[in-house]
């Protein structure tokens, strides 16, 4: 049984920096073999993708986080982080991490595979 755990949100004041990381367990291959991203669902908005990893090395980013936000993966340790600075209010969101079987970047979530239980950035003075 695949799971992701994303931990590492919280309450932080604009300006203020955060890292997420993502524990994926139970996937068929090492981590390397998959594109990983981060997707975030806003209070009344629908879900959108925040930056996207594939396994050949390609990165995605929403134009709204590039230069403040940074992907990146353990392959060793399984897990998917995602460092966040100069954090803004509207950055405030469920942030989830995902897994595709796909090895491209793709940043459409039903091109997901595995999805983690969302953890909440909260971003106000």
């Known amino acids: 049984q695949v799971q992701l755990v994303e931990s590492g949100g919280g309450l932080v004041q604009p300006g203020g920096s955060l890292r997420l990381s993502c524990a994926a367990s139970?996937?068929?291959?090492?981590?390397?073999?998959?594109?990983i991203a981060w997707f975030r669902q806003a209070p009344g908005k629908g879900r959108e993708v925040v930056s996207s990893?594939?396994?050949?090395?390609?990165?995605y980013y929403a134009d709204s986080v590039k230069g403040r936000f940074t992907i990146s993966r353990n392959n060793a340790k399984n897990t998917v982080y995602l460092q966040m600075n100069s954090l803004k209010p509207e950055d405030t969101a469920i942030y989830y991490c995902?897994?595709?079987?796909?090895?491209?970047?793709?940043?459409?979530?039903?091109?997901?595979?595995?999805w983690g239980q969302g953890t909440q950035v909260t971003v106000s003075s």
């Open positions: 990893h594939s396994s050949d090395n390609r990165t």
């Open positions: 995902a897994v595709s079987l796909y090895t491209i970047v793709v940043i459409t979530e039903e091109m997901y595979d595995y």
């Open positions: 139970g996937l068929p291959f090492t981590l390397n073999y998959y594109t």
